[in-house]
């Protein structure tokens, strides 16, 4: 079975759901991030800071070109991965990809109140999310689903997610509730 991966902008929910969906379909989850700290044993924003995001784009697209080997698992992306043409071509021929977005608003208050990020790590927030956004939102809408988050819950885009795949065909049966 094809693998699920989850693209979107930091903040739209892509590890929460993830891993919630990987439970509901008991199927293995990766969240690349984590997988990049796991094998260089440096956080993502210990990366940034000594090395750049050169290099640290580099290690996704490495990341990238192995997980997308995979089957039937649980992929989420960190938000840049879209920046790489290379990347999503990758993870389109063995995945069904679906983009979480959600609004500017609801990203500025999500990402305040989680761990450090250091694409954000500037005087002025709001700009540079605002900025940075909009630059990838042409990227994000060449998912196979996109789902806004703003208002729901990772339960409900999960569960919106796998009424989509039934829909699609990339699922049969019933997930566990």
């Known amino acids: ?3 699920i991966v989850l693209i979107g902008f930091m903040g739209t929910g892509k590890t929460s759901t993830g891993r919630l969906l990987a439970g509901r379909l008991n199927r293995p989850f990766i969240d690349v991030d984590k997988k990049i700290e796991q094998e260089t044993g440096l956080a993502i924003s210990d990366i940034f800071q000594l090395y750049g995001e050169t290099h640290f784009r580099q290690l996704e697209r490495d990341a990238i070109s192995r997980l997308a080997r995979y089957t039937n698992t649980i992929i989420a992306t960190g938000g840049g ?4 043409q290379e990347n ?3 993870l389109k021929n063995t995945g069904v990809i679906v983009s979480l977005t959600a609004s500017l608003d609801t990203i500025l208050e999500r990402t305040s109140r989680r761990g450090v990020r250091p694409l954000l790590d500037c005087e002025d927030r709001a700009e540079r999310v605002a900025w940075l ?3 990838r939102a042409c990227l994000y809408m060449k998912a196979d689903y996109i789902i806004d988050t703003s208002c729901m819950s990772p339960h409900q885009v999960a569960e919106k997610i796998i009424v989509f795949l039934r829909e699609g065909g990339h ?3 019933r997930s566990q509730c």
């Open 133 to 135: 956004f909009k630059e």
């Open 81 to 84: 991965v879209v920046l790489k």
């Open 1 to 3: 079975m094809k693998n």
């Open 88 to 90: 999503m071509i990758r």
């Open 171 to 173: 699922l049969r049966g």
